[in-house]
Structure formats: structure tokens, C-alpha cells
């Protein structure tokens, strides 16, 4: 099955750092997410974006939902160890009843 | 609010051997989903349940994977007989309802399972 292509695959920053990473898929997507994963549990969501162009913020994450619709894109400002985990954004196609499909991941660490 | 709750965390088994998940969604959670994530990737959707009908089964290896939701509320799948490939994280999720629009999809722990 298609997975979306997150880049980059791993990131080390150092602590109040400021974090980009993006997703890009060959298909047009309605609906955007942003998920976070820690060790031994499941992804949590972090943003939901629903229109082309949308910018939506929750707390130091802003999330973009490209204008093309096939791409989005994560910036974490101000970077804390809690930060750490693997960042997962998920597509879901119009009509298709709830299903999503996920990136392959950008792994972020943090240093102090 | 209790998440969504699934057993056993870890399971090991050898390849040809049988296994099987368990899965009890968030209370009054319509839509179920089992989730298979290898190591190094993104989760992908194995099976889609809307109360106790399959929504979407069309990545699920019907070969050996099964899965059932008999009462519409808990949850099992099964692989029989699994292959050293299986070994991989399964995740279970709920949402509130099956619908046009977005319903966020609340995940579960995982089961991590190694196929030795």
C-alpha cells in the first residue's frame, strides 16, 4: 500500500531549536494530519488541517496544508526534550469513509 | 475517559505457530480499526469495522489474518500461520462514528509481536 514520503527520516537539534519537516504524496489528499508517537504507544494526534492553504497552530506546533494538497508541513518552534518521538503525518482521500494513510515517520531527538 | 485498551503488550511465537490480538475500544465508539505498523514505518490499515460489519478489508492477508467484532463493541485478530514478516507492531483504534468528514481516530497501545 502507498505510504506518504516524510522527510527528513531523522533529525538531532539541540534544545530551543526550531523543527521543519514536511510529507508529500502523489495523491490530492482532503484532509491532513500530524501525529506523534512515543516509545511502546500509539500515535497521538497532534493537528488536523482541512482545506488547501490552511495554517493551524496548537501551542509551540504550526501545521501547514499545502495549496497543492498533496504536501503539508510541521515546524515545532522552540524545541523541548519532551519534543522526542516519531512524527507521523496521515492523509485521508475524499469519499474514502475514514481511511487514513500514514508517512514514514521523521524521528526527532533532542539534546540539551 | 478510559483509551483503548489491548492484549497481551508483547507476544513471541515461532513462525507456523498461531496467534491472536485483542482489542476494546473507547465506550460508544462505532468504527474500529486494526493497524499493522513495521519497524521503521508508518502504521498501515489492516481492517475497518463499522459496529460488527467490515467497512474496508482490502490490505488485510486474508490468508492467514482474521478478525471479528461479533458484538460490535471488542475486537480479535488473529494470524494463523504466522511468517517471520509478521513480526511487527499491531494497533488498534477507535473513532466515534463512520461519516463523510474526519473522526479522529484515538489508537490504542499496540501489541508488539516477534516471529522467531
Known amino acids: 500500500g502507498q505510504q506518504l514520503n516524510q522527510s527528513p527520516q531523522s533529525m538531532f537539534i539541540q534544545e530551543g531549536e526550531d523543527v521543519s519537516m514536511n510529507c508529500t504524496s502523489s495523491?490530492?489528499?482532503?484532509?491532513w494530519l500530524w501525529y506523534k508517537q512515543d516509545p511502546g504507544e500509539g500515535p497521538v494526534l497532534l493537528i488536523a488541517l482541512y482545506k488547501a492553504g490552511e495554517l493551524t497552530s496548537n501551542g509551540r506546533l504550526t501545521a501547514q496544508f499545502g495549496i497543492t494538497r498533496k504536501d503539508s508541513f510541521l515546524n515545532i518552534s522552540a524545541s523541548i526534550p519532551s519534543d522526542v518521538g516519531i512524527y507521523f503525518c496521515?492523509?485521508?482521500?475524499?469519499?474514502?469513509?475514514?481511511?487514513?494513510?500514514f508517512g514514514t515517520g521523521t524521528r526527532l531527538q533532542v539534546t540539551l | 475517559e478510559a483509551g483503548v485498551a489491548q492484549s497481551p503488550r508483547y507476544k513471541i511465537i515461532e513462525k507456523r505457530q498461531s496467534v491472536a490480538f485483542w482489542c476494546n475500544p473507547i465506550s460508544g465508539h462505532a468504527t474500529l480499526y486494526w493497524y499493522q505498523q513495521i519497524l521503521g514505518q508508518g502504521p498501515k490499515l489492516l481492517i475497518q469495522f463499522q459496529n460488527n460489519g467490515v467497512v474496508d478489508d482490502s490490505q488485510l492477508p486474508k490468508d492467514r489474518f482474521s478478525a471479528e467484532r461479533l458484538k460490535g463493541v471488542d475486537s480479535t485478530l488473529k494470524i494463523q500461520p504466522a511468517k517471520l514478516e509478521d513480526s511487527a507492531v499491531y494497533l488498534c483504534?477507535?473513532?466515534?462514528?463512520?461519516?463523510?468528514?474526519?473522526?479522529?481516530?484515538?489508537f490504542g497501545p499496540g501489541t508488539r509481536l516477534t516471529v522467531l
Open positions: 496521515a492523509g485521508q482521500l475524499a469519499g474514502t469513509a475514514s481511511k487514513l494513510t
Open positions: 495523491s490530492i489528499f482532503n484532509t
Open positions: 483504534a477507535s473513532s466515534t462514528r463512520l461519516a463523510g468528514g474526519f473522526n479522529e481516530q484515538f
